[in-house]
């Protein structure tokens, strides 16, 4: 079976890209990149510097010069990656509430997209790579010769987000992850849609692995 060098994964916040993207990458031997990542990174980096997020030019100024890298963990702990930032390792920091709440705004700064997208684009073209986002298929590597954009409902997407947080101290109620989800839509329109040749995977009701072997069937259609 023929496999394409790089497969590209877009669809909304908690349409479950990161669960597939990992998985797909460990069954293709691909390396898997969380573009996300790189924006949250930058994010918590300029909160740190004590950065105004509001200030455009300073942010797209940091973006220019921090140097963020996504590499495989080097120990086994469970980590899908380590994200490093100047060689300082942020992995921990990228899920940080403060983080979540922020890294919106700095996503929307046109130099800071630039800036991030060059860098996704060298990884990228190394291939064996499964890349995961917003605009990979679009803006990042419209050359994928796979690209899959997923479509899950937002009560499906709140459910599963309420489910892994179950376990912590204070989980919050599904119709508050549910406005969150909602609200983040409306943050990320801008950049979010299909790319005209991706394939629209609907994942309602569907699992992680059903997702892999619906794309391992598309693989094995196209030869
Ligand atoms: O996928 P995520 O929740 O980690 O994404 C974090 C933020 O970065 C979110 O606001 C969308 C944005 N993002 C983007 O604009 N382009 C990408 N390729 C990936 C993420």
Redesign the pocket.
């Known amino acids: 079976m023929h496999h394409p060098s790089v497969i590209a994964i877009d669809g909304p916040?908690g349409a479950g890209k990161s669960t597939l993207g990992a998985l797909l990458a460990a069954r293709l031997g691909y390396l898997y990149f969380d573009?996300?990542?790189m924006?949250?990174a930058l994010t918590y980096v300029a909160m740190e510097a004590g950065l105004d997020l509001a200030d455009q030019a300073a942010i797209e100024d940091l973006a220019a010069r921090v140097r963020i890298e996504v590499a495989p963990p080097d120990h086994d702990d469970g980590r899908q990656y380590v994200v490093r930032a100047d060689g300082v390792d942020v992995t921990s920091a990228l899920r940080e509430p403060r983080v979540e709440r922020n890294?919106?705004i700095v996503?929307r700064y046109p130099g800071v997209r630039r800036e991030l997208v060059r860098q996704q684009q060298e990884i990228g073209r190394r291939g064996r790579v499964v890349m995961v986002?917003?605009?990979?298929g679009t803006v990042?590597m419209p050359e994928a010769e796979l690209k899959i954009f997923l479509e899950t409902s937002l009560l499906e997407r709140a459910r599963r987000r309420a489910g892994e947080q179950r376990g912590l101290p204070n989980p919050p109620p599904v119709e508050q992850v549910r406005e969150d989800l909602a609200r983040?839509d409306g943050?990320?329109e801008h950049?979010l849609r299909p790319a005209d040749d991706a394939l629209i995977l609907r994942t309602d009701g569907l699992t992680p692995e059903d997702e892999v072997a619906w794309i391992m069937q598309q693989l094995a259609r196209r030869g």
């Open positions: 916040a573009t996300g990542v924006y949250r890294v919106s996503a986002g917003r605009d990979i990042v983040r943050l990320d950049v």
